[in-house]
């Protein structure tokens, strides 16, 4: 390496070229000087010391908590400059809604940067202001180390974007960072309803008043003694369209904003700092580092402005950076512990960002909600912040949100009952359906009963059947249960009578399907989705399109006479589900199954009737609904699975999901129970906690009708929130249950919750006692310059 001093063992980098003077740049370059004096550090910035962009910036505490350890000096500078405060208030419809305890500090952004330049002065940095930055791979074969720091428009990044491999994502709203010269009192959210669309503010203090400030009615300019305040204004590209925001400069656009928000603003005027209308940029790079060069900060990745954490990310990374480089052996090795140790946290925060921004983008949809209920779903819209999280934060206003709600004193909201039809459930936890592929010609046997006999037991209020095959040719594999026969209904009956018996007050649903192109497979634990090796049965579907071309069998198309002889045999189905006992029947029209395989284009290219328009593809589905439900008896319910995307390019569109709930509904479901995707293998879904509710979310909230959230909903505090934040009216969790069959009993002695919405079975209620427990969440960020444990 380019000045590198033998050492053995070691390869430490000491000519050091950091490009971007923004505050994870300059704090890269202090840690790495302050590790060791010995190395030159230059930082590169085109644009003078006094100048930035935004105003304030936003630390947590876990963040300052590092930034103390690694540098005590920074940390006492900050100290005595940030603003802090507890409360968010949300501003809708006339009413302000505050809840507490929720711990924020922010300072001005120049005055960060001011901070961070004088201590790279103090500790021999060399900042080079008003200079382009040679390219990173001039800089690399004379530097040892080459840190980009060059933001969101990094050229580091595009110039070897054949190494970093970025993929950039522009989202649906415009927003512009402005400043208010007065100091607010809170975080606030305000909601505007305009003749345009809805608009909304984020706003912030970043300075404190002067102790010797006095009100006065002089004109605000950037220089005041009343403090400053961050306010972003934000809204849909439409809605920006039909403002005329988009033919407005920046002084306009700060007139029209503040006198759409002039009630926070008390009248206020606002300003900007070269500040113009963008639409967000998420970044996500498959490559952090490239020789030498290592990405940081926005450069590497962003995260939304909404939940904080840009600056917050820059200057974690740069903690962490500074820290491998001293750990690790060479440089290689430095740079990939850096991007293992960091890229969890990041993905981590890119999750919680995502689900803020798209909680943004679709505002106008939650806006008729209840007041507390809109507070406490926009307080909790990244999940990071819960219902168990804000109960301890704020236990006055999340009990205020439980009131509402309708939870009686002492009872969680997963543990409220919820009535469909005739069925009155005694709390909202759904045992998913789980294919169990262990029966014989379709017949359930001893571990099924023991299987849904146990989760009856362990206190949810709906158990579902896996999905109960209709024909032999509907199955997925030889071991899927049927009702295509009435030794079928008997063992069913069988089952059904245990759980009414055993668990009284326990429902038991059934889901019917047909398996279409996805059949004659093998168990899941053999391998998944492999056709079987021998006594293979033909397969039908909306098309002749096989699942995965060269592996799977091709279907044929139904016909006419194909169409009707399946409706009747879901008829069919139906009728002995009735005799068995079952208290509600789900109808299966998700994961790329025959139904499922009619509603999306992906699978669905027929030309006749049942295909083209989304209204065609429902057509059969819709058929099959109505011939069960004439059959199914009235009192009891009937629900419809359905996948609301296919995660393709070309599949199932939200506004189809939309269409394809409210077509059920008007049908007579009385719930739509919410999955995505198996439609197609080339599928990319994102994955993450709850990765699926946003779908609940949009078809409850656009519908209007009832609907079951599915998808990686794991403990109850995620129960509870989604329950209460009104983007679900049940949840249904099936892995959960699997490792732990009294999931729902041990939920509520988690919660100290004796009531009669989860009882104990008599001879289980010696164990009902809660026993020590720990959870963890998100990885958690490195936050001191040691080891890490």
Known sequence: MAGAIAVPGRQRPLRIAVVGGGPGGLYAAALLKRLDPAREITVWERNAPEDTFGFGVVLSDETLGGIEHADPEVYRALQDEFVRWDDIQIVHRGRTLTSSGHGFAALGRRRLLELLHARCTALGVRLRFRTEAPSAAELAATHDLVVAADGVHSRTREQHADVFRPRITAHRCRYIWLAADFALDAFRFEIAETEHGVMQLHGYPYSRPSPDHHPSTRPFGPQNSSGSSTVIVEMREEVWRAAGLHEVDEQQSAERCAKIFAETLGGRPLRGNNSAWTAFRTVVNDHWSHGRTVLLGDAAHTAHFSIGSGTKLAVEDALALAACVEEQPTLDEALAAYEAERRPVVESTQRAAAASLRWFEDLARNLDQPPRQFAFNLLTRSRRVTHANLKLRDPHFTDTVERDFGCPPGTPPMFTPFRLRGLTLRNRVVVSPMDLYVAEDGVPGDFHLVHL?????????????????????????????????????????????????????????????????????????????????????????????????????????????????????????????????????????????????????????????????????????????????????????????????????????????????????????????????????????????????????????????????????????????????????????????????HWTLHAAAEQDYTGPAAPWPDPYKAGSRRPPTGRTDAPKPRLSLGPRP
């Open 453 to 741: 006999g146990a989760r009856a037991l362990g206190g949810a209020g709906l158990v579902m059947t896996e999905m109960v095959c209709v024909s032999p040719e509907g199955r997925i594999t030889p071991g899927c249960t049927g009702l295509w026969t009435d030794e079928q209904a008997a063992a069913w009956s069988r089952i059904a009578d245990f759980v009414h018996a055993q668990a009284p007050g326990a429902a038991f649903g059934v889901q019917l399907g047909h398996s279409g192109r996805k059949g004659s497979t093998k168990r899941m634990w053999e391998g998944i989705d492999q056709p079987l090796p021998a006594g293979n049965w033909p397969l039908a579907a909306a098309s002749p399109l096989p699942y995965r071309p060269g592996i799977n069998q091709t279907p044929h198309a139904l016909d006419r006479a194909g169409l009707t002889a399946v409706r009747e045999e879901f008829a069919a189905a139906a009728r002995r589900a009735a005799r068995s006992g079952f208290d509600l029947l789900e109808l299966h029209c998700a994961h790329g199954y025959l139904l499922s395989g009619f509603l999306s284009p992906l699978t669905n290219h027929r030309t006749d009737a049942y295909g083209g328009p989304v209204e065609n593809r429902l057509r059969f589905p819709l058929e099959v609904f109505d011939a069960i439900r004439e059959v199914w008896p009235e009192d009891r319910p009937m629900t419809v699975r359905i996948s609301a995307t296919d995660w393709t390019e070309g599949g199932t569109a939200p506004e189809d999901a939309v269409a394809i709930a409210r077509a059920f509904a008007a049908h007579g479901a009385d719930a739509i129970d919410v999955s995505t995707g198996q439609v197609v293998p080339e599928e990319r879904p994102e994955y993450g906690r709850s990765y699926q509710t946003p779908y609940a979310d949009l078809i409850r909230n656009t519908v209007g009708v009832p609907v079951i959230a599915v998808g990686a909903i794991s403990s109850w505090d995620d129960v509870n929130s989604l329950l209460l934040a009104g983007r679900a009216d049940l949840c249904a969790l099936a892995r959960p249950h699997l490792y732990d069959p």
